[in-house]
């Protein structure tokens, strides 16, 4: 395709466009406040999805050891936990340490002085509690982690909350279910609206469409102008509702941590820069995507003359 | 050479457009096809210019059987012909030159070609003077001289002309004829769908007369009422 094709076509698709400019802007509104309400479902997904990790890692599994498991042999096992895909982090806690930590929170809990504790100190209580504590990525991967972990000689016990795994990893698939079919649904209303529009355009210019037909021209030179008018309706309709996310995510994340601290202490929102990076792509290949087919759709009952 | 043998074309409502058609037309022809309203001269014609596909036969152009081209092809098949209408088919915000120049922008020819070929083909139809016109400010036969400029301003080997004059009087009838008649002469095929008597009688070109789709006569030189 020649150069001079390229931009009769886009000055023609930008044409379109004004010719249309209200039906355009009609459309270019719709969908972007479709895309917006898109936008914030999937903020709304990515940041409980985010807060059900975070308690999901809060989580902690403690694996007692067996009796006779050595430090060293302790150790050695928390470095092969540590190795695994699903584990963020685990560490061996001595006997020792366990009797600090208890005599710590005992101290911190009751008041009481762990200095009267101290004469169990030659005699430590837990010396058979050597164990490893273990963080998860994912709290849905807890389960087949802990059968994993039955399976090894030197594990005495595990200790897990299987009810409050099972919940937060249902709550998340639940919210990343209803935020897809959403989203899907919004897409859908999308390229309807993209359609609507270039027919509208497309029926303006039957007859010139015609008369290109019979003049011998090639259906694709006849329907890239109304793609780029597609496109280019798609991506301001993804534009606007882009930036519009960026600043109301960003105040509104700013306001809740400044007057609320305590939900902003329980609840760790995402950076309006990591929602950006995945929003920003997805609205531009939605815009670019919901542009051409709605325009192909729009224009294929046309070229058949 | 344009070749129909055993062409068909039944409607999806059973209506019969044209039946067994038989028919051969040499490089340079000029020929009538005549008849009522509905006798199956358009039907021919669109499926000479593939808007339409045969229910039954073959047709070839230039040996190349085009019976059931591909749609992507159709395409490269109309570059080779010009078509003219009856309702002429401008656009009206574009100047006459415009309107020709956009045949061959659409076929995606160079801006060094469309500065060349569109004065010729204006010239040709003695249009020159009016390019800046739009279609609005001329008369109908100059819109017709429009159109048949941007039939031809690709040189095509073949014209087809449906009803080209059934819009126009006498006077501009005949001249849009002594056009057409011009540039057959420069070699291009001219293939005329027309029931007006007047121009088939004064021609006496080649008639094709058909009736409810089929052949009743094909005189090589004559009027439209003509017997063989």
Known sequence: ?305 | MIELSNVSKIYDNDVTGVKELNLTIQDGEFVFLVGESGSGKSTLLKLLMKELDPTEGAITIDGEDVTHLKRKNVSALRRRMGIVFQDYRLLTKKTVYENVAFALEVIEESSRKIRRSVPLALNMVGLAHKSKYLPGEISGGEQQRTAIARAIVNNPPILLADEPTGNLDPKNSKEIIELIERINKRGTTVIIATHDRAIVDTMQKRVIHLEKGEIVRDSEKGGYDDED
């Open chain 1, 1 to 305: 395709m020649r150069i001079r094709t390229i931009k009769v076509c886009l000055k023609d698709g930008c044409k379109g466009i004004l010719r249309n400019g209200l039906m355009s802007l009609a459309s270019i509104g719709t969908i972007a406040a479709c895309l917006f309400i898109l936008g914030l479902t999937f903020c709304i997904v990515r940041n409980v999805q985010q807060f059900t990790n975070d308690l999901g890692n809060s989580l902690g599994i403690v694996v007692f050891l067996k009796e006779g498991v050595t430090e060293e042999q302790g150790r050695n096992l928390a470095e092969e936990l540590n190795a695994r895909d699903e584990v963020k982090g685990a560490r061996y806690i001595s006997p020792d340490e366990a009797w600090m930590n208890f005599k710590q929170t005992l101290e911190k809990e009751t008041g009481l002085n762990s200095d009267i504790l101290s004469e169990l100190d030659q005699d430590n209580p837990l010396a058979n509690c050597a164990n490893i504590e273990v963080y998860l990525y994912d709290a849905q991967s807890q389960a087949s982690f802990v059968e994993y972990l039955e399976t090894s000689s030197d594990v005495r016990s595990v200790k897990y909350s299987n009810e409050a795994a099972d919940m937060l990893s249902s709550f998340s698939k639940l919210v990343t279910y209803v935020g897809l079919a959403l989203i899907a649904i919004l897409v859908f209303i999308a390229v309807l609206l993209i359609v609507n529009t270039i027919k509208l355009s497309v029926y303006i210019r039957r007859y010139e469409i015609n008369i290109m037909k019979y003049i011998g021209a090639r259906d694709s030179f006849v329907k890239l102008p109304f793609i780029v008018e597609g496109v280019i309706i798609g991506l301001i309709g993804a534009v606007v509702p882009g930036c519009l996310i960026y600043f109301a995510y960003y105040y509104v994340v700013e306001i809740i941590n400044e007057r609320f601290s305590s939900v902003s202490y329980l609840f760790n929102f995402l950076s309006v820069n990591t929602i950006m990076q995945t929003l920003i792509p997805l609205f531009l290949i939605l815009g670019v995507l919901v542009g051409i087919i709605g325009s192909s759709i729009s224009i294929r009952k046309h070229l058949k003359v």
